[in-house]
């Protein structure tokens, strides 16, 4: 999810004029949901730590601590809130709340997983922290790999535009980031849905 209204020469100007702050509230903003370009705004940090107008570690902690702060804040309002609100979207859409029981169980044995890989992935980032509390994945669990993932994350996208803005154009690798996004967005919906569907198929004809 971005602002699409925002041009990079914004952000940029944006990123270099607020700092280490933009980069922080930039990934917090989008992990609680709002059509914020957090991802762009670290790639853009990270350039300006390139290009030595803001300082790599500095950036980096930014980033991380935004993604843990957002993350815990969704994880909450999932715990506490985000069951009723699932269940009555279900209704909404004719999905019985014992099919979106089965689908909570699915998603706890994965949970871990979720937490952690959803970083790379826009949508997963916004929506794995409050699945994890639907979940009632144990806090102390979730914030391991809340913490891990964000430290992997933003290790991956400072590290990235670190080096390799210096000798790519940002506009190509925010695309190529962008594009990986994607990818990995539908290897994770098929991950799920291809069990799903299968076992749909079975359930239809129990000879196969």
């Known amino acids: 999810m971005s602002l699409e209204f925002l041009s990079l020469e914004t952000i940029h100007e944006i990123?270099?004029?607020?700092?280490?702050?933009?980069?922080?509230?930039?990934?917090?903003?989008?992990n609680l949901g709002l059509p914020i370009p957090g991802e762009t705004v670290t790639?853009?940090?990270?350039?300006?730590?390139?290009?030595?107008?803001?300082?790599?570690?500095?950036?980096?902690?930014?980033?991380?601590?935004?993604?843990?702060?957002?993350?815990?804040?969704?994880?909450?309002?999932?715990?506490?809130?985000?069951?009723?609100?699932?269940?009555?979207?279900?209704k909404f859409f004719g999905i019985h709340?014992?099919?979106?029981?089965?689908?909570?169980?699915?998603?706890?044995?994965?949970?871990?997983?979720?937490?952690?890989?959803g970083r790379f992935i826009a949508l997963l980032r916004i929506v794995a922290s409050p699945l994890a509390g639907i979940a009632n994945m144990p806090f102390w669990?979730?914030?391991?790999?809340?913490?891990?993932?964000?430290?992997a994350w933003g290790a991956v996208m400072v590290s990235l535009a670190f080096f390799a803005g210096q000798v790519i154009p940002l506009e190509k690798l925010l695309g190529w980031v962008a594009k990986f996004g994607v990818v990995a967005l539908i290897l994770v919906?098929?991950?799920?849905?291809?069990?799903?569907?299968?076992?749909?198929r079975q359930l239809q004809d129990p000879k196969q």
């Open 15 to 30: 990123a270099r004029q607020y700092g280490y702050w933009a980069v922080f509230l930039g990934i917090l903003l989008e």
């Open 141 to 151: 669990k979730f914030m391991l790999y809340n913490f891990a993932g964000a430290a």
């Open 97 to 117: 709340e014992a099919k979106l029981e089965q689908v909570r169980t699915e998603f706890s044995e994965n949970a871990s997983k979720a937490v952690f890989a």
């Open 43 to 90: 790639l853009v940090g990270g350039f300006l730590a390139g290009s030595g107008q803001l300082n790599y570690w500095l950036v980096l902690a930014s980033a991380s601590g935004g993604a843990v702060l957002g993350g815990t804040c969704g994880y909450w309002i999932g715990r506490y809130g985000g069951w009723p609100l699932l269940v009555k979207v279900g």
């Open 189 to 200: 919906v098929a991950w799920f849905a291809v069990p799903i569907w299968l076992e749909s």
